[in-house]
């Protein structure tokens, strides 16, 4: 599959000297109606990619942890007496210190913990109320998480609780629960900023002082974000959309420069955004889904407050295309997306993308 560039008219002379030109296209291979919902890239030869597989079946339906070691990728097994759900999020502090986060069938959310040789279920307790000695799980059912992020053995995972965000931070044996009153859900972590929506308008919380509180953000009636790539306390981008009406959404980007939120200006389309990552050097990936070419793998690439559509060639027999999340690898400038794509007969098919920047001629 080649990709090719948009540039806008601001750019188009001179050329870019460099271009994304894809490195490889590949699968997991999941079973029927597969979806991957987030990947991790630590290095070459370790790239990490969790989802669900009969994502249609209530009885089969279950989630999936899956490793690329550099020439393929395999299964890494859940040792576990229930199934997981769909698995939503990934965080590694180290290569042997990976997390992930999702449902659990038995309808508490699920968090496993592990490394290649197999992960295990972590049931979070939290410290026990007043004179009670017996420390209560800190996640019960009805709860639902989406994001997770992990730093020196810290671990922090977010969503909602009722109507109200959820922050489930824990190191070792000791595990907090925050919640954010009337404030929604929170979908995507990272060095500390949070995002979500209210269910009206954006929402981002940022953890300082040892707790967790909402940003003032701009007025954006309709607003979600759904990730957040995190460069430094002074430079971050998050994304979404609008929605607009029934069928109506635009794509949103906040960024974030040390001292307030705003709204960055990017190409008008009908895009959903749903991943974001970059180098930590100002330049990001977004990825999602644009219905107006819904065949074609669609991403964002920004640098400077300057966006360029970059759009993947159409592969015989899909119709659409959506990649949810993208992670960015230091020192091998490898952007690896996930997501899945839909038949004329509405299956499902895991989707693996990677590309890598490609020299090229300067052209005058």
Known sequence: MAWTQVTPAAHADPRPAQIEAWQQSTSVRLQA???????LAISP?????VGQQEIWDVWK?????RHWNGSRWSEIGIRDNTAAGNLRGLAAASPSDVWAVGDGHDGVPYLAHGDTAGFDRVRPLC?????????????????????????????????????NALIVTGQGNDWTVQE????????????????????????????????????????????????????????????GGVYRGPGEITPLALVWNGKRWRELRLP???????????????????????????????????????????????????????????AYLAGKSTVWAVGHAVDTKDRYTDVVESFAPKVTTAKS
């Open 61 to 65: 339906n279950r989630g999936t942890i």
């Open 180 to 239: 954010i009153e009337d404030k929604g859900a929170l979908y995507a972590v990272s060095g500390g900023f949070a995002v979500g929506d209210t269910g009206t308008e954006p929402l981002i919380a940022h953890y300082s002082g040892g707790t967790w509180k909402s940003m003032p953000l701009p007025s954006i009636p309709g607003g979600y974000l759904r990730d957040v790539q995190v460069d430094s306390s002074k430079r971050a981008l998050a994304v």
């Open 45 to 49: 030869g370790d790239v990490w990619a």
């Open 33 to 39: 109606d597969g979806s991957l919902s987030d990947v």
């Open 268 to 326: 008008p389309s009908e895009a959903r955004l749903y991943g974001v990552t970059g180098d930590g050097k100002g330049r990001y990936w977004m990825t999602g889904y644009d219905p107006s070419r819904a065949a074609e793998p669609f991403m964002l690439r920004c640098e400077k407050g300057e966006c360029e559509t970059i759009r993947g060639g159409t592969q015989q027999g899909r119709s659409s295309v959506r990649l949810q999340a993208v």
């Open 127 to 163: 410290p026990p109320a007043g004179s009670d000695r017996v420390r209560p799980p800190c996640l019960r059912a009805g709860d639902w998480l989406g994001g997770i992020d992990t730093k020196s053995g810290k671990v922090v995972a977010v969503g909602s609780r009722e109507k």
